[in-house]
């Protein structure tokens, strides 16, 4: 049973995601990405991390999605089509191929070698919001106050930069 | 149960998608959205490797967390200057956006 | 666990199949007489002054941008508010100093106009 959601389930993200790379339109590239961030949700909740499934789905499917949106709509529904095989990116192609590869061959070494065994059994209820709390506010306590110092760069840096320049 | 093998290939797959985009595609709004398949993607290994090789701890999960975080200040600032090029450029192709003086 | 999603799955699936009937069926049923006041965008709405398709100013972006950032700080308030009663003083310090820098955050954009309309 959980075999073929898992296979529906990655039918569907790849396909998202193909539809990102793929299509032609700006809007439907967003839709896709859409679908994708739906349901690596549903991965996260099949992998027992319930609360990243929902931090998910309100955060990238709520709102980062809809902000892609808005900058589509912002610059124009109507984007000029960019061609995809016109042949001066080319080496992308070659690169991404030999990502590809090289992350498959890692894949297979770690599972040759042993070192990705899968370890069954005592899992009680980790991903919970608790067990998050616990560890996020006491062993990552720098990192966490660290990402608050990130979001205030970013709120400032888009304001500055997406502001109109011409009113002082 | 799904094996761990399995999440790391589809998470390789959406990886290596999201980077063909990001490399391959001239509207500037096209390569942030195959930057955000790519963080995407990672966030998989990190809750898929939590869950398989230490089921009792919650650090991927957090990881994958602060990779949330991380991508959205990314957006935000990623399309503020896709918005301010295309403001004084008029363009969000990014072969046109060369120059570092506009 | 993840089994305990399975209603989620079964209303998803619901959805989308009454979804597909309820636009495949009028299709099927009812007669098509496509005049010009039928396809309009809104019919019997208002009437539409200019494409969909044009450009939107920028303040909609800022306040989605601030939407966002002001988002993750409410998905890192969840587990803190969770786990307060173990984490005592400290824990309250910590999401003090959290929410304080990004107060400066807030205090900067709104000195700086962005939210004027």
């Not at chain 1, 808005?70 to 124009?76: A, H, P, S, T």
């Not at chain 1, 067990?131 to 106050?145: H, K, M, N, S, W």
């Not at chain 2, 192709?93 to 570092?100: G, H, P, S, T, V």
């Amino acid at each position: 049973m959980q075999l073929v959601l898992f296979f529906v389930l990655a039918l569907l993200a790849v396909a998202g995601a193909v539809g990102v790379v793929l299509s032609k339109n700006a809007v439907y590239s967003a839709l896709a990405l859409l679908l994708n961030f739906a349901v690596l949700a549903v991965f996260y909740i099949m992998l027992n991390a319930q609360f990243l499934g929902v931090v998910q789905v309100i955060v990238y499917a709520g709102a980062i999605v809809v902000l892609f949106l808005f900058v589509i709509m912002l610059i124009g529904g109507q984007l000029a089509p960019d061609a995809l095989t016109a042949g001066s990116r080319r080496p992308a192609r070659v690169v991404a191929l030999i990502a590809g590869l090289v992350a498959l061959a890692g894949l297979a070494y770690g599972l040759v070698s042993g070192a990705l065994a899968p370890q069954t059994g005592q899992v009680q209820g980790s991903g919970s919001v608790q067990a998050i709390g616990r560890v996020l506010f006491t062993d990552y306590l720098l990192p966490f106050e660290l990402a608050s110092v990130l979001l205030l760069v970013a709120m400032i840096g888009a304001v500055v930069l997406a502001r109109k320049p011409t009113k002082s | 149960m799904v094996p761990l093998s399995w999440y790391l290939v589809l998470a390789a797959a959406l990886f290596s998608l999201g980077l063909y985009g990001a490399l391959s595609r001239r509207n500037a709004i096209a390569v942030l959205m195959g930057v955000e398949l790519i963080l995407n993607a990672v966030n998989i290994n990190l809750v898929a490797f939590n869950r398989f090789i230490v089921p009792a701890a919650v650090n991927g999960q957090i990881f994958a967390l602060f990779v949330l975080a991380v991508a959205a200040a990314e957006a935000a600032v990623g399309l503020a200057l896709i918005i301010a090029i295309y403001r004084t450029r008029n363009t969000v192709n990014l072969e046109d956006a060369d120059l570092m003086k506009g | 666990m993840p089994s305990d999603y399975l209603p989620i799955l079964i209303l998803i699936v619901l959805a989308t199949v009454f979804a597909i009937i309820a636009m495949a069926l009028p299709a099927v049923l009812g007669p098509s007489r496509k005049t010009k006041a039928k396809l309009e965008p809104y019919e019997s709405g208002m009437v539409p002054y200019t494409d969909a398709r044009r450009r939107f100013p920028v303040q909609y972006y800022v306040i989605a941008v601030l939407f966002i950032l002001f988002d993750i700080e409410v998905i890192f308030l969840y587990p803190w508010a969770v786990m307060l009663r173990q984490l005592r003083l400290f824990g309250l310090i910590e999401m003090a100093v959290f929410l304080g820098i990004l107060l400066v955050g807030y205090v900067f954009v709104w000195k700086k106009g962005a939210l004027e309309w």
